[in-house]
C-alpha cells in the first residue's frame, strides 16, 4: 500500500534554531515528492517540490533532501522564526494517475 | 487572482440536511479536487475532475457528490450529513503545481 510516514508528529524548538523533519514513503513507481506548510486555518503551500533525480532542494531558509533510493526525504529549517509554527506534510505522487499521498504532518511550534 | 475560492468557510448542519461547497478557481486549471481534512490523519480524497463534465471517485467518495457544470467551477454535496462528515474540506485545483483554497470547516450535529 502506498504510504507516507512523518516524523515527529509534534516537536518544539526556540526562535532561532535549526530543525529537521523527516519523511519516509512506500510509494511506487515514483514520480516525485512535495512539501507544504499549512498554517492553521489554512489550506497547504508548496514549499518545494522533488522529482527522483533531484537530491536537494532550498527555498530560502528551507532545504528539502531526497533519498530516492532509500525513500526518505527531508525538511531543514534555519534560523527558525515564530511565523514557521504551522504543520509540515510531505506529499508523494506516484506515476500515471496515481492520486497525492499526504503525510500526516508534523506539527511545528517555535516559541520565543 | 484569487487561485482557489471555496465557500462557505463554516457551517454547521443537522444530521440529514444537505448542502453543497463551492470551489471556484481563476487559473483555467484542468484537474480539480476535493480533500478531507481529519484530526491525525493525511488529507483523503474524496472526488476529483479532469476536466469540465468529467468526475471520478477518490479514496472515500462514500456520501458525497460532485459536480464539474464549469471548467472554474468544482461543486461538492452532501445529499444528508451525517457527523462523520464533520471535517475540514479543502479543494485544490492543479495546473504547474497544486494550489489549494482555504478550506471549509463542516460540523455535523
Not at chain 1, 516524523?7 to 512506500?26: A, D, H, R, V
Not at chain 1, 512535495?34 to 533531484?54: A, H
Not at chain 2, 488529507?43 to 468526475?55: A, K
Request: contains cysteine; charged residues 15%; positive net charge.
Amino acid at each position: 500500500k502506498n504510504q507516507v510516514e512523518q516524523s515527529p508528529q509534534s516537536l518544539i524548538i526556540l526562535e532561532g534554531k535549526n530543525c529537521t523533519l523527516q519523511c519516509n514513503y512506500t510509494v511506487s513507481p515514483f514520480s516525485n515528492l512535495r512539501w507544504y506548510k499549512q498554517d492553521t486555518g489554512r489550506g497547504p503551500v508548496s514549499l518545494t517540490i522533488m522529482t527522483f533525480s533531484e537530491n536537494t532542494k532550498s527555498n530560502g531558509r528551507y532545504t528539502a533532501t531526497l533519498d530516492a533510493d532509500t525513500k526518505q526525504s527531508s525538511l531543514h529549517i534555519t534560523a527558525s522564526q515564530l511565523s514557521d509554527s504551522a504543520s509540515y506534510i510531505c506529499v508523494v505522487t506516484g506515476t500515471g494517475n496515481t492520486p497525492l499521498v499526504f503525510g500526516k504532518g508534523t506539527r511545528l511550534s517555535v516559541i520565543a | 487572482n484569487a487561485g482557489v475560492t471555496q465557500t462557505p468557510k463554516f457551517r454547521v448542519l443537522k444530521t440529514g440536511q444537505s448542502m453543497t461547497l463551492l470551489c471556484a478557481q481563476d487559473m483555467n486549471h484542468e484537474y480539480m479536487y476535493w480533500y478531507r481534512q481529519d484530526p491525525g490523519m493525511g488529507l483523503r480524497l474524496i472526488h476529483y475532475s479532469v476536466g469540465e463534465g468529467t468526475t471520478a471517485k477518490g479514496e472515500v467518495p462514500d456520501g458525497y457528490n460532485v459536480s464539474r457544470l464549469k471548467k472554474q467551477n468544482f461543486l461538492l454535496g452532501l445529499e444528508s450529513a451525517a457527523p462523520s462528515q464533520t471535517s475540514v474540506y479543502f479543494c485544490a485545483s492543479y495546473g504547474y503545481g497544486y494550489t489549494f483554497g482555504s478550506g471549509t470547516r463542516l460540523t455535523v450535529v
